[in-house]
């Protein structure tokens, strides 16, 4: 028997992708638990593989195929996402498989031809197009820059399965398909991860998209996106496009993070101070030193915030190193709605607490009252001063909710 089994998903479908349990980053996302990459065989009068995976498990997926099919049965291929975790055996599929077409958005087979440079025909599916396969209905949407500019859906009616390439994913390892089989706060929390990382600065694609939703009259029975589980019943379909719903609203939270780095302890001493403040005022405060947080995660926690109060001492006239590359990564994914301030320790010069207020400025989040620094040691006074600084960004969140 094969090592790599295929797993039906439904009457007609088969998942045919491949799990990758070793992956830690993913361009620059911290992936704790692994990711899958998935591709899905349609099965019928001519069989159709919807995308591939990435290049170097293509043997888990062709095994997984053969355990099904001759793989040079597949009439067909569907490529949903040109980014390489979904299409690296693309060209290798072709060239194994011949199948008698391969399909792709407009901008999908520009993509595909300034990745892989090949001479192959890739016939181009117009936004809304449906088409006939055989026995298999499709329709496929254009979900452009969700994340890339060649995103696509594609819908196989006779199941009722919408392949959503990276739309309502994440980035987890686990041998349970389905999402129900999973442990739902691990589901929510890799979900709201993946949103912070990848779709977070695309939310006003995601409003647009899920508000046109209900006008395509899709009888979507399951979701299976290119990473992470299916989502394969009602409440599960409406939990994930709930949360997405709310993530692109990028709505105001009653809830600071605090963010930081420290040489030598004065930094860290501030952060706990302003932290008891915002806590005195009943606000759900998260302090994530730097050290031991990486940046993934602390976009994944400002997705549900309305505070962001960040700390450096000042290193060489520069922020801490560690802060600067968080406050850049942070800046291409342009969270919303949040106020914030600074504070941040010296020697000799005060540079950090001027940087990093211009920082979170050109992030177009609020300043609200005053910065908070100290020239080496805090005394209780400054310490005193943190903890008033969470107190008054506590009672402006509360007003901000009340209004």
């Known amino acids: 028997m094969n090592s790599h089994q295929a797993i039906k998903i439904s009457d007609r479908v088969y998942w045919v992708g491949a799990i990758d349990w070793e992956l830690r980053d993913f361009h620059g996302y911290s992936t704790s638990r692994g990711t899958t990459y998935n591709a899905y065989l349609v099965l019928g009068s001519n069989p159709i593989l919807i995308d591939t995976v990435k290049a170097p498990f293509w043997d888990e997926m062709l095994a997984r195929i053969s355990s099904i099919i001759d793989p040079t049965k597949i009439d067909y291929i569907i490529s949903n996402h040109a980014e390489m975790d979904h299409s690296g055996c693309l060209e290798r599929a072709i060239e194994t498989f011949k199948p008698k077409q391969v399909f792709a958005s407009k901008m999908g087979i520009k993509a595909l031809e300034d990745h892989f440079h090949f001479n192959h025909s890739i016939t181009e599916l117009p936004n809304k197009e449906s088409l006939t396969l055989g026995d298999a209905n499709f329709t496929f949407l254009e979900t452009r820059m969700l994340h890339w500019p060649d995103s696509m859906f594609t819908y196989f009616a006779n199941d009722g399965i919408l392949f959503s390439q990276d739309g309502f994913g994440m980035h987890l390892a686990t041998s349970k398909i389905f999402a129900d089989q999973n442990d739902p706060a691990i589901l929510r929390h890799e979900a709201a991860k993946y949103y912070a990382n990848i779709l977070l600065p695309y939310s006003n694609f995601v409003t647009r998209l899920l508000a046109q939703f209900p006008s395509f009259n899709l009888d979507v029975k399951m979701i299976a996106p290119d990473h992470g589980p299916i989502w394969r019943n009602p409440n599960d379909i409406n939990t994930i496009l709930n949360w997405w719903s709310n993530w692109a609203a990028q709505k105001f ?94 020697g000799w010069g005060a540079e950090a607490i001027k940087l990093l207020q211009d920082e979170l400025k050109t992030m177009q989040i609020e300043l609200v009252e005053n910065p908070v620094s100290v020239k080496y040691v805090p005394t209780a006074e400054v310490l005193t001063n943190c903890r008033d600084l969470g107190i008054n960004i506590a009672k402006q969140l509360t007003a901000k909710l009340e209004k």
């Open 253 to 346: 939270y009653p809830k600071a993070v605090i963010a930081y780095d420290t040489m030598w302890q004065s930094t860290a001493k501030m952060a706990h101070s302003i932290a008891d403040g915002l806590l005195a005022e009943n606000i759900e405060v998260k302090v994530m030193p730097l050290s031991g947080s990486h940046r993934s995660d602390i976009i994944a926690e400002l997705l549900e915030a309305g505070a962001f109060i960040v700390g450096s001492p000042t290193i060489n006239q520069q922020l801490f190193p560690t802060v600067a590359a968080m406050l850049c990564y942070f800046k291409g994914l342009k969270p919303q709605n949040l106020i914030g301030q600074v504070f941040g320790s010296y």
